[in-house]
């Protein structure tokens, strides 16, 4: 879907973030484009469970080595995505919600994060990458 096509405007300046980011958005375009009801939550769950794991990690590091000033909210927010797909885990091994339901929540879920982080928060280290040739 287009309207999650990664193009060179979302580029933050490094190749293994970009390389991620654009992981990403592959990951939420194949999942609006799937039938929410026939979507393998554990390997979506575990997908994501790797992206924060790799991705956080090494934006976290990039950040601190250009002396990025909003490091610490930012990393607040990585935190409470990790919380959330450990939300969205027992969530669905307890099955407190139909798996439909957690799939249509996955999908906005990742949309908005796309739009609020991504678009906007990630953007607001490429200056500081550039000055620091990062
Ligand atoms: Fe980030």
Redesign the pocket.
């Known amino acids: 879907m287009a309207e999650f096509q990664w193009s060179d405007d979302f580029s933050v300046g490094n190749a293994a973030i970009d390389a991620d980011h654009q992981g990403l958005f592959a990951l939420i375009a194949e999942l609006h484009a799937a039938d929410p009801a026939h979507i393998d939550l554990t390997e979506i769950i575990s997908r994501l469970e790797a992206y924060t794991a790799g991705h956080f990690a090494r934006?976290e590091e990039l950040m601190k080595k250009v002396g990025y000033p909003d490091f610490d909210a930012?990393v607040e927010?990585?935190e409470a995505f990790v919380e959330w797909v450990q939300t969205v885990k027992r969530t669905y091994r307890l099955a407190v919600e139909s798996p439909f339901h957690i799939s249509d929540t996955v999908n906005k879920h990742l949309a908005d994060w796309l739009v609020s982080?991504i678009m906007k928060?990630?953007m607001k280290y490429r200056d500081f990458i550039a000055i620091n040739k990062a």
């Open positions: 934006e930012h927010e990585h982080h928060e990630d």
